[in-house]
């Protein structure tokens, strides 16, 4: 699948199919699509132009109920190349990242007053989603951060996830590629039943893949009703029969720094020599064309 960067892209009905996959658009930089089938492109952002697009992505701001005291809108740029740059910047002893969302989770945010009286509805107003999807092929193409004490992720979310004890129809967090740590591994997840005492995961472990080495690489998943298969540059890295969410969900890019969820900032974060970035090139979903 090729896509012209720096310029418009106009999908049209025509299709053209090529030793088993499908090509939408414009001649450029070339998608790891999976073989063996054919595809066409549904959703993408190339990050051209010097502007965040903001009919595609919002900013993560709150986890679990509570406004996160680091994540931030600002720590983020375009560099006028096609590339978005989300940054660690450092200010006052505090760490700030951003996470760029196409829709919401319902937990996230705080609760809303029940009408007039002193109880508390533990779901904020809903927010209408930019981008939702089900089944297909998710991919991005980045560069990992180069210094330790925070991590990069691309991801899937459900908006209702944890809302009942069904993954199939509550829906999954698929956790597409994250970087930890800067030794060349990344991690690839599932989890479902929310976040509490219900909670449920399985993971593919570490994957030592090189991944830290200064070079932009393609992470994807192909999720279907049959399960999982996970990509790095083309190549599987791991696969999974399920739990399958049935549920459509968003995309998040996003970034955090380490201890905060523990109440302060990694010590290790006080060596980093920042800002640092996490790159992304593109990010692009596919539907396969039967």
Request: net charge negative; glycine share 10%; proline share 4%.
């Amino acid at each position: 699948m090729r896509i012209m960067k720096k310029a418009s892209i106009v999908v049209t009905l025509t299709t053209l199919l090529y030793n088993g996959y499908a090509q939408t658009g414009q001649p450029g930089i070339e998608s790891d699509l999976p073989k063996g089938k054919k595809w066409k492109l549904v959703w993408h952002d190339e990050f051209d132009g010097n502007e965040l697009d903001t009919t595609k992505w919002g900013f993560r701001l709150h986890i679990m109920q509570t406004r996160h005291s680091t994540w931030t809108d600002d720590a983020y740029e375009l560099d006028g190349e096609g590339r978005l740059l989300l940054k660690l910047y450092e200010k006052d002893g505090h760490y700030f990242t951003s996470q760029l969302q196409t829709g919401s989770n319902y937990m996230d945010r705080p609760g809303d007053q029940y009408g007039k009286s002193k109880l508390t509805w533990p779901i904020a107003q809903l927010e209408t989603p930019k981008f939702v999807h089900r089944y297909g092929y998710y991919e991005i193409r980045c560069k990992l951060p180069t210094q330790e004490g925070w991590w990069a992720a691309f991801w899937l979310q459900s908006p209702i996830i944890g809302s009942s004890l069904d993954p199939l129809e509550a829906g999954v967090e698929i956790d597409i590629m994250e970087n930890f740590q800067r030794k060349g591994g990344i991690s690839q997840n599932l989890h479902w039943n929310g976040y509490g005492k219900d909670h449920q995961h399985i993971g593919s472990g570490n994957l030592d893949l090189d991944a830290n080495d200064g070079e932009f690489h393609t992470y994807g998943v192909d999720w279907s009703p049959s399960g999982y298969v996970f990509y790095m540059d083309g190549k599987e890295t791991w696969r999974v029969p399920g739990p399958v969410s049935h549920r459509e969900q968003f995309i998040l890019i996003s970034a955090e720094a380490n201890g905060y969820r523990n109440g302060a900032p990694a010590s290790i974060l006080r060596k980093a020599n920042l800002p640092d970035y996490f790159v992304v090139d593109y990010v692009r979903v596919y539907d396969e064309v039967n």
